[in-house]
């Protein structure tokens, strides 16, 4: 499985920024898709993820980022609204077979794409 990430950059505090992974190769059993991102002296946290069934979001991003996936076309975005000086960090994307995997130890990375948010 290889995930493709795109849509970084940077924006200004209450900027918004959309944020896309396409997946591609044997993705037979890929439930959850999710972003992750790692701010400089910090770990890696999960951000959002995704299965069928619904979402989940970290509390720092709740009501300001929007996690979507289109199964069709093997992609999950992520909409970053309201954005703040520190959400800044290089973001990726993970896939798993489920929301437990992709939440604990996503078998499946992606590169990483950077987000800065100016004041």
């Known amino acids: 499985v290889q995930l493709q990430a795109s849509g970084g950059g940077l924006v200004q505090a209450g900027g918004s920024l959309r944020l896309s992974c396409t997946a591609s190769?044997?993705?037979?059993?890929?439930?959850?898709m999710g972003w992750y991102r790692q701010a400089p002296g910090k770990q890696r946290e999960l951000v959002a993820a995704?299965?069928?069934?619904?979402?989940t979001y970290v509390d720092s991003v709740k009501g300001r980022f929007t996690i979507s996936r289109d199964n069709y076309k093997n992609t999950v975005s992520l909409q970053m609204d309201s954005l703040k000086l520190e959400d800044t960090a290089v973001y990726f994307c993970?896939?798993?077979?489920?929301?437990?995997?992709?939440?604990?130890?996503?078998?499946?990375w992606g590169q990483g794409t950077l987000v800065t948010v100016s004041s």
């Open positions: 995704i299965t069928s069934t619904g979402g």
């Open positions: 190769g044997s993705i037979f059993g890929i439930n959850a």
């Open positions: 993970a896939a798993g077979g489920s929301m437990y995997a992709v939440s604990t130890s996503p078998p499946y």
